[in-house]
């Protein structure tokens, strides 16, 4: 099969023949067909989450089922499936409670051999996906089956970008309806909490974005108003938009330790920051004490929405299919896998929401 390989920090990935190791009894094989290209690659490749290579990246992906181990359950070839980039086993003391997004099994598979290189160098796969491959051979726990005639490439986001925004919207912060958002960064997981936000009845979304694009986007998508940070402070003008009060919600989408502090600036007394963005692995926050605990504003950690894919990824397709949530205006570009390394330089250039690679 045909990789895209992580080789070295700051580097290009290089697409290159590899050889699939032999699956397991509890592996499903997996034809991809979409990938979409995450941040969270970028943050691989640039040091930003520690991962050494070599690699095979992606873990937002879709695909068919080829193969199936003897004791895998309820999965069969020709399902149609997402991957989800932390397993859901069902089992395990998280999973029981309804906190799959902490399943108990999130590093045992993380970085597991999938493949090889034509020198017999092992090829771990990110997150126990890498979904940049022809094929991904992964745990069942790594995959979950959905029925749709959606496009692929819509079904890839649903593996990470649609269900970390929407999720963090719906699940982590509860937006109630009528209150007021804020979200800072508006690429893929952005333009997905802001139509988190507008599916939960928000009355007013601000989407903060450097780049035009990406503002007249999320106006498209449901925000009421777009703020650029170049026009002023921040905190000022989200101020200026609700009252002088601040808002209800405000979410961090980028993975900056100041813009999380920003984003807890941006809430009003009582109001909830969420930081969905992963920041530096050293990176520290910090936070004023004084609205800390005497305005009882709260900061939320948020990892994959705090979904469980199970559940939420057959809503999210529904959601799709009824029309209540767009993520065919997410997908900026489709592109081959040999054009990887464009994506990613899109991406750095900010010309793009989500650029995805069609596999198969």
Request: aromatic share 4%; hydrophobic share 40%.
């Amino acid at each position: 099969m045909r990789a895209a390989i992580f080789t070295e920090n700051d580097g290009p990935l290089v697409v290159e023949d590899v050889t699939p190791v032999d699956p397991g009894p509890r592996d499903v094989v997996v034809q991809t067909t979409a990938s979409g290209i995450c941040h969270s690659d970028l943050s691989v490749i640039n040091g930003t989450l520690p991962m050494p290579p070599p690699a095979i990246l992606g873990h937002e992906g879709a695909g068919i089922i080829d193969f199936v181990g003897a004791e895998v359950t309820g999965l069969k070839k020709g399902d149609r499936v997402i991957g989800s980039f932390i397993p859901a086993c069902g089992t395990c003391w998280f999973c029981l409670r309804d906190q799959s997004n902490l399943c108990e099994n999130t590093y045992s598979v993380m970085m597991n051999q999938r493949a090889t290189r034509g020198d017999g160098t092992p090829l771990p796969a990110m997150t126990g996906l890498g979904t940049f491959a022809e094929t991904m051979t992964c745990d069942q726990m790594s995959v979950v089956k959905v029925d749709t005639d959606l496009p692929d490439e819509q079904l890839a986001l649903i593996g990470c970008g649609v269900t970390t925004g929407v999720g963090a919207a719906l699940n982590t912060a509860k937006v109630q309806p009528g209150s007021s958002v804020v979200v800072i960064g508006c690429g893929g997981v952005g333009q997905a909490v802001i139509q988190g936000a507008r599916i939960a009845g928000a009355a007013r979304i601000i989407a903060i974005d450097t780049v035009a694009l990406k503002r007249d986007t999320a106006l498209k998508l449901g925000a009421t108003d777009a703020v650029d940070p170049g026009d002023g402070d921040i905190v000022a003008q989200v101020q200026a938009l609700t009252g002088g009060r601040g808002a209800d919600y405000a979410f961090e989408v980028i993975g900056v330790a100041e813009l999380i502090t920003a984003a807890f600036n941006c809430v009003r007394s009582g109001g909830t920051a969420v930081a969905v963005g992963v920041p530096r692995f050293d990176a520290q926050v910090s936070l004023p004490t004084y609205p800390l605990v005497l305005t009882e504003k709260r900061l939320l950690g948020c990892v994959y929405g705090s979904a469980q894919v199970r559940r939420d990824f057959p809503k999210l397709v529904e959601l799709v299919e009824t029309g209540r949530l767009d993520i065919g205006d997410m997908v900026s570009s489709t592109i081959p896998l040999d054009d990887i390394n464009k994506g990613f330089d899109a991406m750095k250039a900010g010309e793009v929401i989500r650029s995805v690679i069609h596999l198969h």
